[in-house]
């Protein structure tokens, strides 16, 4: 990762600590898988530093550890109630995909009115892949705070017992097992053979694409494992399947069905998490947005956002 930790004493002084704002939002969305809850986590965190007495803050003398440390906790208590409210959730639930600013010129991480969005602070590499917030989904919530600030941010285990409220060892063994749940999922640290990979992903998209369009099924089915899953996420608000759709004669025969039911569906290729996907628009709105894994060439796992209230910086996205 490109991100170094802040360590007591090691941090910026107590005028500097809107310039933590950026880690703070890659932290949190990464905790809780959502751009809208990571910022409210961090605005919160923010809150409380500002509600501290003057002389307080003075004395913390590393606020940027100080503000890690409270976004811990807060996503920390978020993720727990999650978990009650994902078991109300209609069908699937996954987590908000991410544009790339870059592809509508957007390279400081701020919208057409200089105003930061919190989607654009969020740096796309490995640990934001679809795949690898899916994983994460499946741990605790005290495991994927240890696994996500040691494995991912390289926090120590002693500054991780401060958020999570246990001892460096109790931290390092709740990190230990979230590995083994990702099990083989990429280490989100390194990325071998990166514009390789991207590129193959690229052209499998693309062909997906366009097999899609022409509804042609036999390359649908080609292009798709015979194991195939897809996930769809509608929120109980646009309509979409319930359950995953597994093989990838039954997925492609539903992505030719979709295509029947939706004349001028505008299909664009984009950058979703950090790889390739596809973006899906109606009359100029963005619709669904599908990100995908890519094994030996094909395709192995889709995951399909159709929730609007998921879409948010996909529709400021592309009306910049």
Known sequence: MAFGHTGAGGGVGAGGVAGERRQLVNVAYRLLGSVTEAED??????????GLPHGRREEIRSPGAWLTTVTGRICLDLLGSARARRERYVGAWLPEPLPDHAEDGRTNGTGPAG?????????????VGMAFLVVLESMTPAERVAFVLHDVFRY??????????????ACKQLASSARRRAGAVTDPTSAPDALGATAE??????????????????????????????????GGLVGTVLRPVEGGARIAQYMVAIADKAPGLELLERSVNGTPGLVARRDGVVATVAAFDVSDGRI?????????EKLGPWARAEDN
Do not use: C
Not at 117 to 127: C, G, K, N, Y
């Open 300 to 308: 192995t796992r889709i995951w399909v956002v159709r929730n609007p």
């Open 156 to 169: 120590p285990f002693a500054e991780i017992a401060g958020v999570l409220d246990r001892t460096p060892a």
């Open 41 to 50: 986590a961090v605005q919160d965190a923010y809150a409380r530093w500002y």
């Open 115 to 127: 105003v930061a969005d919190p989607a654009d602070l969020i740096v796309l590499d490995e640990s």
């Open 201 to 234: 992903r690229a052209d499998v998209v693309r062909h997906v694409k366009e097999a899609w369009e022409t509804k042609d099924i036999p390359a649908l089915v080609g292009l798709l494992d015979p194991a195939a899953v897809m996930t769809a996420d509608g």
